[in-house]
Nanobody, 124 residues
Framework: VQLQAFGGGLVQAGGSLRLSCTAP????????MGWFRQAPGKEREFVSAIAWSGGNTDYADSVKGRYTISRDNTKNTVYLQMSSMKSEDTAVYYCAAKRGPWELISRTRAYDYWGQGTQVTVSS
């Protein structure tokens, strides 16, 4: 199953960027969609997740108030709007899809499918 993340790039500190991730309809429907990131030399970490209905969302403390996750089920696309960006947001960002209920959403091992990653670089 192919998830495709795109929208990464270079942005100045304080700026904004929006990531998108598409998935096949059979995966996107009724799946929790999540965003993770991995900086050089660090483990992959949870960023945000959204339930298939969009009714539940969650964020890592480090991005709360700055990032917004959303999804458009008619387009099989999940978005991550990033604002007030900081140099420590620099990482490869991955989208992922998880079957099942709204639980363990911050655990990488709970996700079934992953995208290829898109690089986000914030210059200070």
């Amino acid at each position: 199953v192919q998830l495709q993340a795109f929208g990464g790039g270079l942005v100045q500190a304080g700026g904004s960027l929006r990531l998108s991730c598409t998935a096949p309809a059979r995966v996107f429907s009724y799946y929790v969609m999540g965003w993770f990131r991995q900086a050089p030399g660090k483990e992959r970490e949870f960023v945000s997740a959204i339930a298939w209905s969009g009714g539940n969302t969650d964020y890592a403390d480090s991005v709360k108030g700055r990032y917004t996750i959303s999804r458009d089920n008619t387009k099989n696309t999940v978005y991550l709007q990033m604002s007030s960006m900081k140099s420590e947001d620099t990482a490869v960002y991955y989208c992922a899809a998880k079957r099942g209920p709204w639980e363990l959403i911050s655990r990488t091992r709970a996700y079934d499918y992953w995208g290829q990653g898109t690089q986000v670089t914030v210059s200070s």
